[in-house]
């Protein structure tokens, strides 16, 4: 996705600061509601919590990593500042959630069979709450430039086409390395779909131009439309493995 990232910025001709959003979003580990979807799609739940959790893990490092060695020649990377904020949102919860079901596991099996639906609904607000957070102030900065409505329109091409990269490839890569259905739209999903809201916070705390929120901002709209929709779709479509496993029981 990093590299999606850059492919899709230098391709699309985007100003510095909206290629830095860009890229920023693509060195962003993978989001929740990835897990919500593949729930959603019948695909395999425990391979995708555990990519967000290795991912999520990773980020702390990688993705001030990749984002100072890609994003670098565009503006000087804050990979300390932003190694920080990462730690603070998106590993701090793991280690919170693991903690309670630890130490209260009634209470967690209790709250279980609602869980799902609570997903969707906190995915669902998290994703309106960071666009509409951003979209005022973001909206003021593109309308004080020359072409506005063309940065808008070409930055919502790029994150359309980071994400589908995202969902093809890995789909595609799980399809060649012989992982069954299941695997493959659980790796789909979990490729195309980032941890957008991090970016807008990384975006916001360590960048001094608003735009580089944007691609972030847009992709908490995008990305979820995108990924709901294909598991939507896959929700229907019974995974052929699956379909041989019944056969077989039968």
Not at 79 to 106: E, K, N, W
Not at 123 to 130: I, M
Request: charge should be neutral.
């Amino acid at each position: 996705m990093p590299a999606f990232g850059t492919l899709v910025s230098k391709v699309l001709g985007l100003p510095p600061s909206l290629s830095v959003g860009l890229i920023l979003l693509g060195c962003c580990p993978g989001g929740t509601a990835s897990n919500v979807v593949t729930l959603i799609a019948q695909g395999d739940v425990p391979l995708s919590i555990v990519m967000t959790v290795c991912t999520t893990l990773g980020a702390v490092l990688l993705t001030p990593l990749l984002t100072k060695i890609l994003a670098g020649a565009y503006v000087p990377i804050d990979a300390l500042g932003i190694s920080i904020s990462t730690l603070q949102v998106v590993v701090a919860p793991i280690l919170l959630g693991s903690y309670i079901q630890s130490t209260f596991p009634l209470l967690v099996k209790a709250v279980i069979p609602f869980a799902p639906l609570f997903a969707v609904l906190a995915s669902s607000l998290l994703a309106s709450s960071v666009f509409s957070e951003n979209f005022v102030r973001l909206k003021s900065s593109l309308t004080s430039t020359a072409s506005a409505s063309g940065d808008m329109k070409t930055v919502l091409l790029a994150v359309v086409l980071l994400h589908f990269a995202g969902f093809l490839v890995g789909y595609l890569s799980a399809m060649v390395c012989g992982f069954k259905e299941k695997q493959r739209r659980a790796i789909s999903i979990e490729v195309g779909m980032q941890n957008s809201s991090l970016g807008v916070v990384l975006a916001t705390s360590h960048f001094g131009s608003p735009l580089v929120a944007l691609p972030p901002a847009l992709s908490a709209v995008v990305m979820n439309i995108m990924g709901s929709s294909l598991g939507f779709v896959w929700r229907y479509i019974t995974p052929s493995d699956l379909n041989q496993q019944t056969e077989s029981q039968d």
